[in-house]
Nanobody, 127 residues
Framework: QVQLVESGGGLVQAGDSLRLSCAASGRTFSGYVSGWFRQAPGKERAFVAAVSQSDIATLYADSVKGRFSISRDNAANTIYLQMNSLKPEDTAVYYC????????????????????WGQGTQVTVSS
């Protein structure tokens, strides 16, 4: 059984940084597109960032470009989301996700393209 577990969320002030982690069990992240999504209160879940199967390419939502960075540590079977210069509008529950099977497509921005999800971690940014 594949499980994804996020950690690293918390309450921070505007301008601070956080690093989210997502550890996988039951399967490796390597070879699968993986990403981060977020859901703010009263809004639908939205794409944040993704890393390609081979780690060569990354993709970011316009709202986080230049501030967030996605990475993958295959040895630790973990993906990360480094979030810098946080803003109150970044407040959301953050979810990691990975493909159920390799699609060999890129980029993947929609929820339906990811088959495994974590339970989410809350990030709250105060002004």
């Amino acid at each position: 059984q594949v499980q994804l577990v996020e950690s690293g969320g918390g309450l921070v002030q505007a301008g601070d940084s956080l690093r989210l982690s997502c550890a996988a069990s039951g399967r490796t992240f390597s070879g699968y597109v993986s990403g981060w999504f977020r859901q703010a209160p009263g809004k639908e879940r939205a794409f944040v960032a993704a890393v390609s199967q081979s780690d060569i390419a990354t993709l970011y939502a316009d709202s986080v470009k230049g501030r967030f960075s996605i990475s993958r540590d295959n040895a630790a079977n973990t993906i990360y989301l480094q979030m810098n210069s946080l803003k109150p509008e970044d407040t959301a529950v953050y979810y990691c996700a990975t493909e159920r099977r390799p699609s060999y497509r890129w980029p993947l921005r929609t929820e339906s393209e990811y088959g495994y999800w974590g339970q989410g971690t809350q990030v709250t940014v105060s002004s």
